[in-house]
């Protein structure tokens, strides 16, 4: 079982930051994909940010929401990536749950979630 462990969730006020991180079992090659998605009360999860294998190109992915405020970044050698928010809005509010896609097995993985909030 793949086991994602996020931290950096928290409380904080409008305009803000806040820095997410997910770590993975393995390396950077153990994942074809890796990001975070997020769910706000009542409504579906979706995406927020991803980013691809080196293998792919480190090709990165992002909301509209979310384009030029946030940053996603990967470590240079572990399955760990982050998330720098910044100019955070009440409507970025929300459980942010990281992602990973088996670069062998193809399959989907998710991690627990950790909760933003941003007070106005």
């Known amino acids: 079982q793949v086991q994602l462990v996020e931290s950096g969730g928290g409380l904080v006020q409008v305009g803000g930051s806040l820095r997410l991180s997910c770590a993975g079992p393995g390396t950077i090659f153990s994942f074809a994909t890796l990001g975070w998605y997020r769910q706000a009360p009542g409504k579906q999860r979706g995406l927020v940010a991803t980013?691809?294998?080196?293998?792919?190109?480190?090709?990165?992915n992002y909301s509209d929401s979310v384009k030029g405020r946030f940053t996603i970044s990967r470590d240079s050698a572990k399955a760990t990536i982050f998330l720098q928010m910044n100019s955070l809005k009440p409507d970025d509010t929300g459980v942010y749950y990281c992602?990973?896609?088996?670069?062998?097995?193809?399959?989907?993985?998710w991690g627990q979630g950790t909760q933003v909030t941003v007070s106005s």
């Open positions: 992602y990973a896609k088996g670069a062998d097995t193809r399959k989907d993985y």
């Open positions: 980013i691809n294998s080196p293998r792919s190109g480190n090709t990165t």
